[in-house]
């Protein structure tokens, strides 16, 4: 069974770029959440998607999007990127909205 | 404004003991909690969890305790293990807008000394 895989692993961008963030969930999960890791601290949420909608969103502005496709896996997209964006992006699937949520290796975004 | 908090940034226990995580939570609308272990350049690994309406559980090595009144929660590693040494998060889990949102503290992390 394979898990939650992220793409890709680093990055690097400019301020003021946009960028996409890639997200395969495990085998039989059809909801994905994403998550921000700044350095020395928790996964922050960012929002979540189900059945290809968005269903929950934390305390991130609309630059912050996202998409979920028919086969569950997802996209991150953030525009007009700022310093502050700089961080680790995971990505989480569970096999329902309320289910225990299995985790991705991340992608670390440096923005510069 | 941090609903979970992991007050020990790190934490040092020697192989064979006990270890023992803590986590404090504000918000009484958690109704599930979990804990997860970090590797550096890996996601979180889910460890074990527990629902508002237990005061214990228990998986192996790993034991979770949840005072609800005191809205603190605890975990247990017996005996500990060279490969225990790794960063835990505890989360609390609110299911608000039709989302499961988990909220993660800190992080602490454990070294395990042979």
């Known amino acids: 069974e394979t898990g939650v895989t992220q793409s890709p692993t680093h990055l690097i961008k400019t301020r003021g770029q946009q960028v996409t963030l890639r997200c395969s969930s495990q085998s039989g999960h059809n909801t994905v959440s994403w998550y921000q890791q700044a350095l020395g601290q928790g996964p922050q949420f960012i929002f979540q998607y189900y059945r290809e909608e968005e269903n929950g969103r934390g305390n991130f502005p609309p630059r912050f999007s996202g998409l979920q496709f028919p086969n569950y896996s997802s996209e991150l997209n953030v525009n007009a990127l700022e310093l502050d964006d700089s961080a680790l992006y995971l990505c989480?699937?569970?096999?329902?909205?309320?289910?225990?949520?299995?985790f991705g290796p991340g992608t670390r975004l440096l923005v510069l | 404004d941090q609903q979970v908090k992991q007050n020990s940034p790190s934490l040092s226990v020697q192989e064979g003991r006990i270890s023992i995580l803590n986590c404090d939570y504000t918000?009484?609308?958690?109704?599930?909690f979990l804990w997860y272990k970090k590797y550096p350049a890996e996601g979180p690994t889910f460890l074990i969890s527990?629902?508002?309406?237990?005061d214990k559980n228990e998986d192996g090595r790993f034991t979770v305790f949840l005072n609800k009144s005191a809205k603190h929660l605890s975990l247990h590693i017996v005996p500990s293990q060279p490969g225990d040494s790794a960063v835990y998060f505890c989360?609390?889990?609110?299911?608000?807008?039709?989302?499961?949102?988990?909220?993660f503290g800190q992080g602490t992390r454990l070294t395990i000394n042979p």
């Open positions: 989360a609390a889990s609110a299911y608000t807008q039709g989302a499961q949102k988990l909220v």
């Open positions: 527990i629902s508002s309406i237990k």
């Open positions: 918000n009484s609308m958690f109704d599930y």
């Open positions: 989480a699937s569970s096999t329902g909205q309320r289910e225990t949520q299995y």
